[in-house]
């Protein structure tokens, strides 16, 4: 068969057989298919969608597209959690630690910045010398001795994945169910996980706009895990406002930092705890959702998950002194406020615009393989959230950007991305539903 009939087969409505998927995976791993075709064939699966059953085939043989870990050697249970794309999501920086820290092994693939969505990988490298591509026996060896491993995809693992997410992320192609969930699946599939938390976001700033979606896909991804014998959850979180306050690689990992020290913005904090009490659960290291979430809370007091995070830089090549004083970590020349336009109560700031918004400022990628800039970003005050009363004047948000002229267009646009109401107005729920 050729990949010009795979493409048609797809563009047409047809459903994939297995051996179409392998040959147009393999092939494309393989460099024998080029960019265009796996653009055209992506924009296919984009319009026509895909059944459950092509969809877990797909996941397989992306997962199988290079070696797959088996991480029993090294501990009993590996954990695992993976969020699907949002903005100012750092929970993997903290949630890491905190399992970890209980001594739960987490060993974890994470991706790049994807659309509008802030990716784990390009936080990290915000901290000089830290190393994402992990070589596989290093990558046990980092979970053997201190529990906690964050990799990116490479030619070993999953590199299916690799080369289809940076190519989805500049064609379009992102929120797509069927890319989505095998995306995530076969990573984490390849990366040896017994035990998977899926943190599913909905909303403006998520790929998934309505709770029907957010849960079909969710569904979709527990189904493909227990069917490859994983004990697997899923949390549905709200993403129609930026999680905490900082959006922006260098600006995100401070937070977490923040947070990893007991303090940080309170809605980002309760989230960590709320995925990281499900991960304790699911690993059966506690007997309730609550009790996993009083001990997740413990260790952001306790200091252990700011040891753990401590150690897991220095693990992986990244200069501590960055960490103890964030303050070293890449700043920004120009930092700008958005002034409230009148009085009131913040009814709804776009979180998909402030994603945008920070990718135009140089946070995120145009072009495949686009350098990113880990310095520039937002960083909202405590009063710009959902649900704050502000004065007239008073700064909502500071833009940190390059220069003058681009910080001027993202305060315009992000004073777009805002609503200022008279009447009070609740903070949005975090967790919109779970599937245990
Ligand atoms: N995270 C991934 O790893 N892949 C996606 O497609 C979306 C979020």
């Known amino acids: 068969m050729s990949i010009c009939d795979i493409i048609i087969k797809k563009r047409d409505g047809g459903e994939l057989s297995q051996g179409e998927i392998e040959h147009f995976i393999g092939g494309y791993v393989a460099g024998e298919v080029p960019d265009y075709q796996a653009a055209a064939w992506l924009m296919a699966v984009y319009f026509r969608g895909m059944t459950p059953a092509e969809t877990m085939r797909l996941t397989e043989a992306m997962a199988f597209s290079g070696e797959t870990l088996d991480l029993h050697d090294v501990a009993p249970l590996i954990l695992d959690k993976h969020s699907s794309g949002g903005v100012g999501d750092k929970t993997t920086l903290v949630i890491g630690p905190v399992v970890a820290g209980l001594g739960v092994p987490v060993g974890k693939m994470s991706g790049r910045g994807l659309s509008f969505s802030g990716g784990t990988l390009d936080k990290l490298e915000s901290i000089p010398g830290l190393n994402v591509m992990l070589k596989i026996e290093q990558f046990k060896k980092q979970l053997r001795e201190i529990g906690l491993v964050i990799a990116g995809q490479t030619q070993e693992l999953a590199p299916a994945d690799g080369k289809l997410y940076a190519l989805r992320d500049v064609t379009g192609t992102v929120p797509s169910l069927p890319l989505i969930a095998?995306?995530?699946?076969?990573?984490?599939?390849?990366?040896?996980?017994?035990?998977?938390?899926?943190?599913?976001?909905?909303?403006?700033?998520?790929?998934?706009?309505?709770?029907?979606?957010?849960?079909?896909?969710?569904?979709?991804?527990?189904?493909?895990?227990?069917?490859?014998?994983?004990?697997?959850?899923?949390?549905?979180?709200?993403?129609?406002?930026?999680?905490?306050?900082?959006?922006?690689?260098?600006?995100?990992?401070?937070?977490?930092?923040?947070?990893?020290?007991?303090?940080?913005?309170?809605?980002?904090?309760?989230?960590?705890?709320?995925?990281?009490g499900e991960m304790l659960l699911i690993a059966g290291a506690a007997e309730s959702p609550a009790a996993g979430r009083a001990k997740a809370a413990g260790t952001l007091v306790d200091g252990s998950a700011w040891a753990k995070f401590r150690q897991f830089v220095g693990a992986q090549g990244g200069d501590v002194a960055f960490v103890d004083d964030p303050r070293k970590l890449p700043q920004a020349p120009v930092v700008r406020p958005l002034a409230a336009p009148r009085a009131g109560y913040v009814a709804g700031l776009d979180a998909g615009e402030v994603g945008r918004t920070v990718v135009d400022l140089g946070g995120g990628r145009e072009k495949k393989g686009d350098p990113v800039d880990p310095a520039v970003g937002v960083m909202l005050a405590p009063e710009g959230k959902v649900g704050g009363h502000v004065a007239a004047g008073q700064t909502l948000l500071w833009v940190h950007a390059r220069t003058d002229g681009v910080a001027q267009a993202a305060l315009a646009r992000l004073a777009a991305a805002y609503r200022v109401e008279d009447e009070p107005v609740a903070a949005p729920p975090l967790i919109h539903h779970i599937i245990r």
């Open 182 to 276: 095998s995306s995530i699946m076969s990573k984490k599939i390849a990366a040896g996980a017994d035990a998977i938390v899926l943190d599913v976001k909905v909303g403006e700033g998520a790929f998934m706009h309505t709770d029907a979606e957010a849960i079909e896909l969710a569904e979709l991804m527990v189904k493909i895990g227990r069917g490859l014998g994983r004990r697997m959850a899923a949390l549905i979180g709200d993403m129609n406002q930026p999680l905490g306050l900082a959006v922006g690689n260098a600006l995100e990992v401070s937070e977490a930092i923040e947070t990893l020290h007991g303090r940080g913005p309170d809605d980002f904090r309760q989230h960590c705890v709320d995925v990281a």
